[in-house]
């Protein structure tokens, strides 16, 4: 095993390999198996391989039945389905029980028009198990030849990047389409230019709710609202407009209510609001809607309904954890199941006794637990990772509270080295999360691991503009990036290094992802005190990256219209204050990144080429934004790889 540089057992890039991700948990109709995605790495083939397993809800064997995502149970039981490529398109498969044979069923041909990070394409079956739904768009045509003009009309017609995805989005538009599980070809029930996403199925099987904006312009908005197509007729009908936008919807198991995931502010985002989305429902024959997550005040997501119809439950962030709460539908929320982790995904069985959901925390990788509301208890149901665990050993972290500049209380967390060791000081890294609204905590975060794991005290805390404390924090920093969140970090930066004396003020160093990479890229334009930054694909110039980025509507709702605002944007903007920086800085970032566009690295290193001060950009020519989990593990190992040698290069 790798030695860290205190000597002791670490998180090396060999037990890197071996973390898995778990996700899109689907309990069968009888309670007895639960199927689940395996998301593994494979360093040596460079690709990350999605499995599907069962595992008996009692207890026992996990089984993988092979490649693929998306998996649904027919109601019967006896079959599985789930989407599996086959020549580089994917296809609706479904895999029979009894015999294991898996039967090829239909293509899918998945648009790459941006829909949000909340849009839902997965597949689901009608009550009565004949109808399939699910998103396609029509048949692409064939590809002549790779253009040398491109013409563009849209607004939003870039791509989200990566090597898996074309450079601009396809002229095609998500649809519903209802495969005949009895045989028969796909009809697509929808139809317009317009992208329908998020099906769910009524009690009655007669409709399907869905997600579409329909407005003259849905380029240039967010407002995606709530309708419904009927099966057989194809007729559409909105159900309820709203100012704002939804996601998810989840149809009532009396028929009655639709639940949908809202955000208030007519001028929202569906890539990083400030708005936390709270749950709503909606009569179907009224169209009244009704808030009921409100008392809660925090972001929720994961809707699912109480078999009894009589409660919605759903997963938020608060301080740190993200829990399972229940919501009635007078508008009482109660915690259902609560601890100092991340609870990704969860499903309920039949009765309502039981939920079976995906969790995380600081030390422990994704694994399946079971809460049993008859008790209170859970238990864990998969132990994936037992192997890893008992070799690895992983860094816990402490959280504390301090107060900020203006006496705001402002969480944050404390990760100490691997083989830390008293009256030895250390070099400390901040790490500062995306978004801006993003949320860290009490979750597994390799990249923190793998920094302590090579001597690095880790500070990672929540300043202003996180979710999980309420929607006030959340909205801290509209109109003011780098303003009272860059104000609360180094609040917390301060309070640590007080409270500490195993770390060096002198030896340290910044680093962020996305909004993370901005706000490394304003901290070493406001302040020397950083010896080292990396930038990972972070922002420089929100003007430049106001009329580049895919995020267009994200600049708006955060500072208004940006013709309106140049001088707020130029001003917030760490390119404005570039000649005050002397912190050496490697800049991290997808050649294919459309979300943050590789140009806001180039402009920031130019100019510190130009200044003088230390710095190194690096392009990886087929990724995104975000080293997704679809991309290559190799590239992400040199990210860790660089970064580390980059802070060993400046602190040690």
Known sequence: MKENKTGNACFSALEWEQVMQLGEIALSPDGLTLAFVRSRRSVEQNCVIDELLLTATAGGSTICIGKGTSPVWHPNGLSLFFEQEENGVPFIWQYHLASKEKKRLAPVYHSDYFLGHLADKKFTISPDGRFLAYISTPPPPAVTGHPAIVVVERLLYKTRGGRTRPLFADGGYSQIWLLPLEGGVPLMLTTGNYHHYSPCWSADGRHIAFICNRTDNPDYNHRSTLWTVAADTGVIQEVAAHPGTRFKPAWSPDNLHIATLVTASELSSKD???????????????????????????????????????????????????????????????????????????????????????????????????????????????????????????SPAETFWFASHDETAVQGWLMKPGGWRENVRYPLLLVVHGGPHNMFGFEFEERMQLL???????????????????????????????GHDFKDLMAGLDHVIQRHSWIDENRLGITGQSYGGFMANWAITQTSRFRAAVVDGGISNLVSFAGTSLYHLLTEAEFGKPWDNYSLLWQWSPLCHVKHVRTPALFLHGERDYEV?????????????????PSVMVRYMEEGHGWRPDLRPLNRLDVYSRMVQWFDKYLL
């Open 272 to 394: 990083s609001p400030a708005d936390d989305t709270q749950v709503y429902i909606t009569n179907v024959e009224t169209g009244k809607d009704q808030c009921i997550s409100a008392q809660l005040d925090r972001r929720a997501d994961n809707l699912c309904w109480h078999p009894g119809a009589q409660a919605v439950y759903f997963t938020a962030g608060d301080k740190g954890a993200t829990n399972i709460y229940m919501a009635g539908l007078n508008g009482e929320v109660k915690p259902v199941v609560t601890g100092n982790g991340l609870i990704k995904e969860y499903c309920m069985d039949g009765s309502g006794t039981r939920l079976y959901f995906i969790r995380n925390a600081v030390t422990l990788p994704d694994e399946i637990y079971v809460y049993d509301a008859n008790t209170g208890r859970e238990r864990p149901l998969t132990d994936l990772h037992a192997g890893l665990l008992a070799r690895c050993g992983f």
């Open 452 to 482: 302590a794991a090579n001597g690095y005290g880790v500070l990672f805390i929540n300043p202003r503009g996180s979710h999980g404390y309420g929607q006030a924090f959340s909205m801290g920093t509209l109109l003011n990036w780098g």
């Open 597 to 613: 566009p590789v140009q806001q690295a180039e402009e920031m290193y130019t100019a510190l080429k130009k200044l003088g001060v």
